[in-house]
């Protein structure tokens, strides 16, 4: 099966943000700065009440579970910006241009403007699907990203996803 297709500002933020948003490392990292932050602010909030000051203990016990409840989305913005400002600089010179991906029984052939790569079949380690695109995962991290508005019939290409052993993990209800 081949593909042609470009590739679009929006793809490469859905590639990263679900690279980030899904690795273990950040999760914990958001999990241990969101309660963190909470805790901190409720204990100023306490000592704040000893010393009889009432506006500031409501205004830190708010903000405390605003940090609890909130901290999450804010988290996840700040990447969305982060990745929006790095596609812009660092990705302008492939925008738009052309790629073709083809897959067959031991390799993926993929070529664009500067070259061409050959993979195994075996490096591949999962396909995500995702609501705009397909994720193909490589060994070292890397991941090919087919946009699902260059795919004739998505359902051949999933068929030969499983043809091709790939374990193709549904994140269609994912959000960037």
């Known amino acids: 099966m081949e593909i042609k297709y470009t590739l679009q500002a929006n793809d490469y933020l859905a590639y990263y943000l679900h690279h980030a948003l899904n690795n273990k490392r950040i999760q914990k990292r958001i999990k241990i700065s969101q309660y963190v932050l909470a805790i901190s602010f409720a204990i100023i909030s306490c000592v704040s009440y000893m010393g009889t000051n009432m506006f500031l203990t409501i205004y830190l016990g708010v903000f405390s579970l605003t940090t609890l409840l909130f901290y999450p989305k804010y988290f996840k913005w700040k990447y969305k910006k982060y990745y929006k ?42 396909v995500f699907e995702l609501p705009l695109c397909f994720l193909v995962k490589v060994t070292n991290t890397s991941s090919f990203i087919i946009p699902k508005e260059f795919v004739p019939n998505q359902d051949d290409l999933r068929s030969t996803f499983k043809e091709l052993g790939f374990k193709i993990t549904d994140h269609k209800d994912w959000s960037a």
Do not use: M
């Open 85 to 126: 400002r790095y596609i812009k600089e660092n990705h302008q010179d492939i925008l738009g241009k052309e790629h073709t991906i083809k897959f067959t029984d031991e390799f993926i052939l993929a070529e664009n403007f500067l070259g061409e790569n050959k993979i195994k079949v075996s490096a591949i380690d999962e």
